[in-house]
């Protein structure tokens, strides 16, 4: 045995079992998913087709794989797609909604439009408890983010009311913000139940959300850049009232994060 031919072995034996230890795994994994496919018949939670692998999550790979992103040119500051015409012509990077009235949410992103399979999968985590969903689409949404996560000092989940919560048994926004990376600050309380933000005209949702939203003294965020997380948003009115809360007790800047954005149709 030459000096150096022990360890060299035993490397050779480290990586031998290594290679055999993940072809193992990978073999036990498609036997629990045969098992899984047979004896408890599981369906995508957002397709509602059967689940071929249903170790690997409640979503199928095709659902995942057909959420529509936001393509640019989008609005600066809300994230909005913008009508191509618009940028070319103009110049303009804000859209109309932004240019009417000042945003207090600085930038914002979303994985993609609320719609499809990705309105399918907010809605299988929100409504029918399937909490699993937030780590992925959290990862999805770390991803989109860009430089919206950038030097930021932690998120800031958009809470539900207390009784919402009690009834629901999460908040979903806290469950996305927990897999984004920066510490959760939980700064916000919503203070006055409020009606849901989807069921109204778009007109009535900042009345709707003014003034729900507090953010108690003991909260630490003055000078701190922060990032709102939400599931959807709709017309930003709902961000724009947290955020204005948490600019009011002093924070630097505020941006936000939502799962999916429903796109208006600019004209
Ligand atoms: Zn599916
Ligand atoms: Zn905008």
Not at 43 to 65: D, F, I, M, N
Not at 111 to 118: E, Q, R
Request: glycine share 8%.
């Amino acid at each position: 045995m030459t000096p150096r031919g022990f360890p060299f072995r035993t490397m050779l034996l480290r990586g031998t079992r290594q290679a055999d230890l993940e072809r193992a795994g990978r073999l036990l994994l498609s036997i629990a998913d045969g098992l899984a496919a047979v004896l408890l018949a599981p369906v995508c939670a957002a397709c509602h087709e059967p689940l071929e692998q249903a170790t690997r999550g409640a979503v199928c790979g095709a659902c995942w794989a057909s959420i529509v992103p936001i393509t640019p040119p989008i609005c600066r500051r809300c994230g909005d797609a913008l009508p191509s015409w618009r940028e070319r012509s103009l110049g303009e990077s804000l859209c109309a909604r932004c240019r009417r009235a000042p945003q207090r949410v600085s930038r914002a992103c979303a994985i993609g439009a609320y719609d499809g399979s990705l309105r399918a999968i907010v809605h299988a985590l929100k409504y029918d408890g399937r909490r699993t969903l937030a780590r992925p689409l959290s990862l999805r949404l770390r991803a989109a983010a860009g430089d919206v996560l950038h030097g930021v000092d932690g998120v800031v989940p958009v809470p539900l009311h207390r009784s919402r919560e009690r009834r629901r048994g999460f908040n979903q926004a806290r469950e996305i913000a927990r897999h984004l990376g920066p510490p959760v600050v939980d700064a916000l309380q919503r203070v006055r139940r409020t009606a849901s933000q989807a069921d109204l005209p778009a007109a009535r949702r900042h009345a709707n959300v003014r003034g729900a939203f507090v953010c108690p003294s003991r909260a630490p965020v003055r000078g701190l850049t922060l990032v709102l997380v939400d599931d959807v948003s709709t017309t930003g009115a709902t961000l724009n009232a947290c955020a204005s809360a948490l600019l009011a007790a002093g924070a630097r800047e505020v941006r936000a994060l939502t799962a999916a954005r429903a796109v208006t149709r600019q004209r």
